[in-house]
């Protein structure tokens, strides 16, 4: 076949493009309902402090004020990693960063709200505060949780690295610092929730991750989850910002049990910086042998994570700093240890490229030094390290293909790297489920239903795409319902960049079983065998005699009649992958995409000012389901990381506020 | 609030006048979304810093979270809602949608409502006047490729049509 897809591969406007332009797409903040109160959190003014006593009297007399919630409201304790529940929704005991929710208050408007939370009298102690990786090592004080400021220490070995290091020809140790930041999705974070008479809470929530939000509030609530339906909003900008249970949704959420009413709280831009659970500041010790040859024989790798005030994710994230080193490098023997740190700042999380780039950025500065120092070009130090398809790396991880030379190659040629310098490849890879369900109806028309939400990367296309091309049948007649605990089937969320590759497979397994019901029909009705059909153009016909066939909703019509409605599901569960130890669940993935960027950057010697006039960047990702987008996540994310781009003229300094 | 401390303003959005009470207060941001259920112009900081609020007033951008609607009366103020010809996307709002220029879509309103008054004053703009004009408003999802390429493939196609 010429054309092997008609949906696939093309660069098809996506489905809900035009809501988009129109304005019409609605965003959490976007929705209001009858009677709706406005909530309104009271923060922490201090990093570290005791919390005595919060006084809400005055706040309850003011009128149009209708609740009042202090952590007393609220005091079981919520986390997203089974490991780390260590958040209260509201703090009770204690406060650790500034901007950690105290109290909550729901009135008839935003005004009032705030009037309230001012009339709130909290007394503290404040505590010794812990900043940075090494005030929180050096342990001066009471510590943020329990006995100490460690959260979570690795230490993992693959092989003998000390003697290896000791007989290597070469070897360099250098330290780097990786500054963290944050996602600054446009859109603020924002909920709206509704306890109807009959007992059922909704939450309507600018959520990566509804199916944990939905988690987290049955068991903060005492509720049982089938009282519960979450639905997350289309997400104006995830980036991992969104993926994290926020006192904002839980608080929201026992607002409208306490009044009766539906309940709205928006983040203000400042509060955003808090919820934060942005990419870690991570400080890094690399040593590595090699060869006089330029051939790595074993790597030690220190991390020390700035976490925040809380968990959240950290746990993964730490594990993350080690995991994938030998994915983009063949690295025979290799020892990581890793340590996260709390310190009083806004808890830290994922966001793209979850707990990666901060190593990958350590590593390629020092390859860049090991190459000088053994006279070889940066890029050839790469070659001669470059790890083989369908191999298994020293920490278990199994690699299917491998494109990263190619992707070197791409970009050395088109930005003529060898006549300029530096070079910097990046890998990534992830986790586990998803599931889609569909239903078609009498007309041709499909439902999709699957739980993941659109955050701004097309995922609603992609799936859309992938059942239209299995059924034969166009983006048009597909209708999606996504991440709506209700109705549709769990999905762990949209983020680290699984929601094409698992929520496509599923979606892929559920089309191919309603295809295979209608093939067995049409099959039946046309006196041949169902592997002799084929689905195309809004028609199921034989593949060698395309005239004899029915219409696609004809065969739909055919398949209801026989027995009942067409619906099937389908799922994606990954292979176990995991290697023989602990923390080996951190890093495997089905494939892994790979990527090269030559970068140009000018630096003001004077001012030490940074310019990227332009970088060249190539990916490795397997099949693009739809180019356009592909594309459009390559340029965001080159942007999000580099800055660059910038219209001219923009307000650039306030844009986005640390490097990476 | 009771009414008694309530404003009376008089806007003409998108073509339409109307007559509302509204806390003297609130933006022009506020009474469009909350009051007006226009709820197409977005808000990123309220503080004049983003432009997801932008709309134009008499074909102008303008930052809705900073102007206040008493101010306005008398003035011609466009929402995304207004942007369409009935069921006719404008030119921009096609190809922002056939580029891939609106991912989150979350700056998209604004980002066309001001790329808009850029080819109602210059209708054959050059690629540096439109990252000129389009500068204010922030965008963190596209890198703002698509979003240049879209203002000009809506230029070539005669954008003012
Ligand atoms: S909301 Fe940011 S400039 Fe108006
Ligand atoms: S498309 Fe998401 S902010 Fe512009």
Redesign the interface.
């Given at each position: 076949m010429a054309e092997a897809f008609s949906v696939v591969g093309k660069?098809l406007?996506?489905p809900?493009?035009?809501?988009?332009?129109?304005?019409?797409?609605?965003?959490a903040?976007?929705l209001?309902l009858p009677r709706m109160l406005y909530g309104r959190l009271l923060r922490s003014p201090y990093p570290h402090a005791r919390v005595l006593h919060v006084d809400t009297s005055r706040a309850r007399k003011l009128p149009g004020v209708l609740a009042v919630l202090t952590g007393d409201d609220l005091p079981v304790k919520f986390g997203i990693l089974p490991v780390s529940q260590d958040e209260e929704a509201l703090a009770r005991e204690k406060v650790r960063y500034v901007g950690d929710p105290i109290a909550a208050v729901a009135a008839t408007?935003e005004?009032i709200a705030d009037e309230a939370l001012d009339l709130i009298d909290v007394q503290f102690t404040e505590l010794p505060h812990f900043m940075s990786i090494q005030e929180a090592l050096a342990g001066q004080g009471e510590p943020i949780h329990g006995l100490s400021n460690v959260h979570k220490a690795v230490a993992l070995e693959f092989g003998d690295t000390d003697a290896a290091i000791r007989a290597a020809e070469h070897v360099r140790e250098d330290i780097v610092f990786f500054e963290g930041n944050t996602?600054?999705?446009?859109?603020?974070h924002a909920a709206v929730a509704q306890y109807a008479a009959d007992g059922k809470l909704t939450l309507w929530t600018s959520s990566q991750t509804p199916h944990y939000v939905h988690r987290a509030l049955g068991k903060v609530l005492d509720l049982p989850m089938s009282r519960i339906r979450v639905i997350a909003t289309?997400?104006?900008?995830?980036?991992g910002g969104k993926s994290d249970i926020f006192a904002h949704e839980l608080v929201a959420a026992k607002l409208a049990i306490a009044t009766a009413r539906p309940v709205k709280i928006t983040l203000?831009?400042e509060e955003v910086f808090y919820a934060h659970r942005g990419r870690h500041p991570v400080l890094m010790k690399v040593k590595t042998g090699f060869t006089r040859g330029g051939q790595i024989t074993a790597m030690q790798f220190q991390s020390f994570l700035d976490g925040g005030g809380y968990g959240s994710y950290g746990v993964a994230s730490t594990y993350y700093t080690g995991a994938l080193q030998a994915t983009t490098y063949a690295i025979p023997r290799y020892r990581f240890e890793g340590v996260r740190l709390f310190t009083n700042k806004p808890p830290c999380g994922p966001k793209r490229g979850h707990g990666t780039p901060q190593p990958r950025f350590a590593l390629e500065i020092h390859f860049d030094k090991v190459a000088e120092e053994l006279g070889l070009d940066p890029v050839e130090l790469r070659r001669r390290n470059l790890p083989s398809p369908d191999s298994q790396t020293v920490n278990w991880l199994r690699i299917t293909s491998c494109g990263l030379e190619d992707c070197i190659n791409k970009v050395v040629e088109g930005s003529r790297f060898l006549e300029r310098r530096t070079s910097m490849p990046l890998g990534r890879g992830l986790m586990p489920h998803s599931e889609v369900q569909l239903k078609l109806d009498r007309n041709g028309g499909v439902l999709v239903l699957c739980g993941a939400i659109d955050?701004?990367?097309?995922s609603d296309h992609i799936l859309a795409a992938i059942v239209a091309e299995v059924l034969g049948v166009a983006l048009d007649d597909i209708q999606l319902t996504t991440a709506d605990t209700d109705l549709t089937p769990i999905d762990l969320g949209s983020y680290s960049s699984r929601v094409t590759f698992m929520a496509g497979n599923a979606a892929k397994a559920a089309a191919e079983t309603v295809r295979d019901r209608l093939f067995r029909v049409v099959a039946r009705s046309l006196h041949c065998d169902a592997d002799e059909l084929m689905a195309r153009d809004h028609r199921i016909y034989r593949s060698d005699r395309p005239a004899e066939g029915l219409i696609f909703a004809q065969a739909v019509q055919l398949a209801e009649a026989e027995s009942g409605v067409v619906t099937g599901s389908g799922s994606y569960t990954p292979p176990k992958l995991a290697g023989p130890y602990k923390g080996s669940g951190v890093g495997p993935s089905p494939a892994y995409s790979y990527s090269a960027a030559v970068v140009e950057v000018d630096c003001d010697l004077k001012t030490g000012e940074v310019k990227v006039p332009e970088v060249w960047i190539a990916h490795d990702i397997g099949r693009a389901i739809n180019p356009?987008?592909v594309?459009?996540q390559v340029?965001?994310?080159?942007?999000?990381i580099a800055r660059?781009?910038?219209?001219?003229?923009?307000?650039s300094a306030?844009?986005a506020h640390l490097p990476g | 609030m009771s009414i008694a401390d309530k404003v009376a303003v008089r806007l003409r959005v998108n073509g339409e006048d109307t007559a509302i009470m509204v806390p003297p207060y609130k933006t022009l941001l506020e009474v469009l979304r909350e009051d007006l259920g226009l709820t197409g112009t977005k808000h990123g900081c309220e503080l004049g810093e983003c432009s997801m609020c932008g709309v134009l007033v008499d074909g102008k951008p303008f930052l809705s979270c900073l102007a206040m609607p008493l101010d306005l009366e008398g003035r011609d103020v466009m929402t995304i809602e207004g942007m369409a010809r009935g069921r006719h996307p404008h030119p921009l709002q096609a190809a922002f949608a056939e580029l891939g220029a609106a991912q989150c879509g979350y700056c998209t309103p604004a980002m066309l409502l001001t790329a808009k008054a850029l080819l109602d004053r210059e209708p054959r703009p050059s690629r540096e006047a439109i990252k000129a004009a389009l500068s204010g408003v922030l965008c963190r999802c596209t890198g703002y490729l698509k979003i240049f390429e879209a203002v000009e493939l809506a230029v070539s196609r005669g954008a003012d049509g």
């Open positions: 660069p406007t996506k809900d493009a035009f809501g988009k332009v129109s304005g019409q797409v609605k965003f903040d976007d209001s408007d005004w996602h600054l999705p446009m859109e603020q289309p997400n104006g900008g995830g980036f203000t831009r955050i701004g990367q097309g356009m987008l594309i459009g340029e965001g994310s080159v942007y999000i660059v781009q910038e219209p001219d003229g923009a307000r306030r844009h | -």
